[in-house]
Each structure stands twice: as C-alpha cells, then as structure tokens.
DNA sequence: CCTGTTTATAGTCAGAGTGACTATTAAAGG
DNA sequence: CCTTTAATAGTCACTCTGACTATAAACAGG
C-alpha cells in the first residue's frame, strides 16, 4: 500500500503518488511504470427483446481462458478513448451496424467490475454497460470472422460465461427491470414506430409479468411525451386482431408518477 | 486502435489482445507493458447533512496541479485491491473513523469517470464512489498533517473543485437525491436513533423542498420495514416543541410506492 | 401562572391514480 | 358467417396523496 500511502491527501486520482521512490514533496517527474499497470477494458450487455423472450448478445471465446465459453462482447479501452467511446465502438464492430445506427442506440453505464481476480491472468478492470436495442436480425460475421461467433441468446440460456459475466448480466436486467419503473427506457427497445401491444410486450418480457391491456394504454397515454401518436398510421399485429396505432418515442425520459411492476414485495 | 482491433472477439477483457506484435492466433506470453497502462483511481463524494444543509467533504490539495484547490478524496486502488476495498480504506484515512465503523457506512459505487484527460499528467480511470454519513465532528487531522486539510464544505459553497470533481459531485447528489425516492437511503444520513423530524430534514436537504410534517410521518409508517419505533424513548428536539418518539433504521431497504419528490415535473 | 411559540402527533377530506373488470370494434381464418 | 384475436373504450371501487385542521407537550418570557 505505499503507493496510496505516500499519495495520501493530494486529492483523488493523483499519480503524483506513483512516482517510484519519491521522498521529497516538491514537483518531480512521474514515472508511469512505477505501479503495477491495470488493463481498462469495457464489457456490454445488449439486450433486445426478440419474440417475447429477453435476449443477450454473445461472443463466442476462441482463446484460454474459457476458451469455448460465451462471453460478453467487449475490449480494450484505448489511450485516447473514453469508456463511453470504447463501448460504442466495440458495440459497432461486435453488430456489424453502422456507426451512424450504433450512435442512436441507448449506451449506459452499467458499474465498474474490479475484483482483483476477475481475470486470472492480470489485473482488467472493466467498466460494464447496458445498451438496449431493437430487435435485429443475427449479427453480421464482418471480417472474414466465424460465422457464427456472436449471437443472440435468451438470457434464461446463458450457463457459465466467461469470467464475471453472469454476474455483470445478472446487474444489467435488474437495473433495466427497475428502469423501465420510473423512466421512459422501454421505447429504446422498441423500433423507430411501434404499437402499444409492442410496448407492452417490453415490460411483460423483461419483468415476466402479464399486463393489463387496457390500463397499460390508459398509464402510458396519460403521461406527456412518453410516446407520440403516428397520425393515420396503424400496422397490423401480425395478421391477427384489429390493426393498433403506431406511435414513435416523446421527448420525456422520465415517468411521473412511476409505473411499478406487479406484486412487488414492499422491500427488496 | 490495434491493440483491440487485435483482441477484438476474444470477449470482453482479454489481455491476451496486448501483447506486443501478436500476429499469431495460438496461446502466447502476454506483456503487460506492451499497453499504454491506466492509472485506476477511486474518489469519494462523502455526503453529509449538518444544520440542514448538504456538506461534503473536501480535502484541500497540496501539489500541482490545481495546488490549492479543493478536492474530493480519493487515491489509488492498489494492486490486491477492489476498486469497493480502495474506497472504504480512503474513507477510513480521511475521515480518521475506526475501520469497523467505516465498514457501517453506506458506500455506493456512483459510475466511473474515464475521460482522457481529465488528469492533465497521464490516463487516470477513477471509479466514484457515494458515501453518506451521519453528521460527525470535523475529521480528525491524524498522521500528524495539516489540521484543516480536510473540512466538511456545503456543497452550494463548492466552487471550481479539482478536476472534473464538480461533475462527479453533481452526479452524487443527484443521484442520492433519486434514490431517497425509492429507497430506504435516507437513514443513513441519520445516527443509530433518530426522530421522524430528522429524517424528514434529511429530505428536505437534500431535495431542497419543504415537505408537510403530517403526510410525511403517515408515509413513513405506513412503509413496513423503513423504521422502527425505539421502546419508550423520546428526545427533546433541541429545547423546544413536544418531545418527538425514537426510531431506528427497519430492514427494507426498498420503497413501495416511491416517497416522490413534490413539484416534479413530468419529465426530466 | 399564564400566554405565545414551537414541534410532534392525530385526524379529516377531496382528488388523482390504479387494479380489476366489462363492452365494443376491427381485422383474419375456417 | 362465425370464431378468434387483439385493440380500444369505459366503469367502479379502492388506495394513496396533498392540503388542511386540531390537539398535545415542551419551552420562553412576562
């Protein structure tokens, strides 16, 4: 602890503290490999929902360790990158979508997983998101890659990834099921124009719980700008039933009052 | 961007991505210098309600840059450390409190800040941290530093901190300001044994909104398990007024329905 | 001792929001 | 044409909340 120890009481993050051997407190050169270097990665969760089941994109590890395993998409965070810019440029590359696509999907930070042993072979600390998507077609194998590396998998599937991500996945859907409480977060699923059926669908599927119809449509109408009536536009809801009204995302991201799951316990 | 363009689709935070000149696709040493390496920090927004009035506290900088400057504290993570183990040894050193009752805090990991050059020297992640603590004497200046390095500052009075500590504090507070809302956070802020009236002011400082006595003290009860009424005992609030029932923190740590802040617009 | 002030506590009342439910409309399929 | 399916419209009772009034128990000052 001599590094922290000698840092101790300059304010938070200063390196000055990591310069190898330093005695004296005036301003002196500081040696970036003084301490023991951190790998900075970003890991994603993408969730989408397909065909009422909640699902995660997955790569597929070719390397050891758990080499065969599935995995969360992720990487390195570069010198010049933030955590943010990382993850979206990963997210463009493990989707094959383009940049453009990829900027206007919901990225958010998840938290950050630093166990020191979280990866056997050195120290990555890893900054993990959530990003919400509609639902897409399998993702394209770009650069000559196996073809079916990555995947969409029902989170209910998802056995023994790779390092901490069961656990990083498990924190991503128990922060989406509370967001979409108190937030308008649920249309970020949904594509540019889409039915309340569809809308309500997202909650059904990510809290496992059946609505009602009618008073899902009377909360998310009576609450200014969580969605916006298409004019004169209707789809029909997969041939069956009467055609519904297409609406597109409102300007609000926050719901007020709250819309709260069903039989949820009075404490957590 | 090679390095993770090398490591892309071995799954999130793989080292094995950094070694230098990695060309082949077999099992290899990895070098853990062939990377620019991050410096992973931990700050701390440690929140505290005195006199009815948020403070924070800040340690006073001793070095460039922003020599002078008020800080949030904070220090390294070292490298048998989790950055959650970093920041309770932190709060410990700053606030001079025994372990053990640093260890009773609320602590929260608030979200990681990793822009490139938020630290002018060199590439600084730090993972923030919220802790809320009772009100408390002024830290002690232990291990014989300066007495005032460290003061307990309302955050209105918080100007130009160090860094992007500005940021990271507003994030705190409107972090712990939602999280009243639906949790049973606020008596963290309150010692073991506390009045309705306290923790009420504890809502109303931090929301900065005046909250009616009547229906707060019915929304709190009626919340099995947020607290629990202390036998027999009662303070008198400070000389004045009609001595008011004890209570200590419940077992639920949830709130449902939320405690929703007043005159909160529809949307955020 | 009385009176005004302060704070805690008890209770009332109307309106908003919600859960449960029924009814109607508009499509597809046999 | 009739059944099925899903969207949409509407009702009703209950709960929760905001606003408000009233009472109780302490202290300060005359």
């Known amino acids: 602890m001599s590094a922290a120890a000698a840092g101790r009481g300059d304010g938070g993050g200063d390196p000055d503290a990591a310069r190898a051997g330093g005695t004296g407190t005036g301003p002196a050169p500081y040696d970036p490999y003084a301490f023991e270097p951190f790998a900075v990665t970003v890991d994603l969760a993408v969730l989408t929902v397909r065909g009422g089941v909640l699902h995660v994109l997955l790569i597929r590890r070719g390397q050891e360790p758990y080499a065969g395993a599935w995995a969360l998409p992720g990487g390195f965070v570069l010198p010049r990158e933030s955590a943010e810019t990382a993850a979206r440029r990963e997210l463009a590359e493990e989707t094959g979508l383009a940049p453009s696509l990829v900027d206007s999907l919901h990225l958010e930070q998840l938290r950050t997983y630093s166990e020191p042993d979280r990866d056997p072979r050195m120290r990555v600390v890893s900054v993990a998101f ?111 039933g009467k055609p519904a009204a297409l609406y597109r995302a409102g300007p609000a991201t926050a719901l ?6 069903p039989t949820e316990g009075p404490a957590r």
Chains 1, 2 share one sequence.
Request: net charge neutral.
């Open 130 to 240: 959530t990003a919400l998507v509609p639902d897409m077609p399998e993702p394209a194998a770009e650069g000559g890659g196996d073809a079916d590396r990555a995947r969409w998998v029902p989170v209910g599937e998802v056995t023994q990834p790779a390092f901490d991500h069961a656990r990083i996945l498990a924190d991503a859907r128990e922060r989406v099921g509370s967001k979409l409480e108190y937030t308008c977060l649920a249309t970020a699923f949904c594509p540019p124009e889409f039915t309340l059926g569809e809308l309500r669908a997202v909650y059904e599927t990510v809290w496992g719980t059946a609505l009602d119809r009618p008073n899902f449509r009377r909360k998310v109408l009576a609450t200014p700008g969580f969605v916006e009536a298409v004019p004169g536009a209707a789809r029909l809801t997969g041939g069956r």
């Open 256 to 261: 007020h009052p709250p819309l709260l799951r």
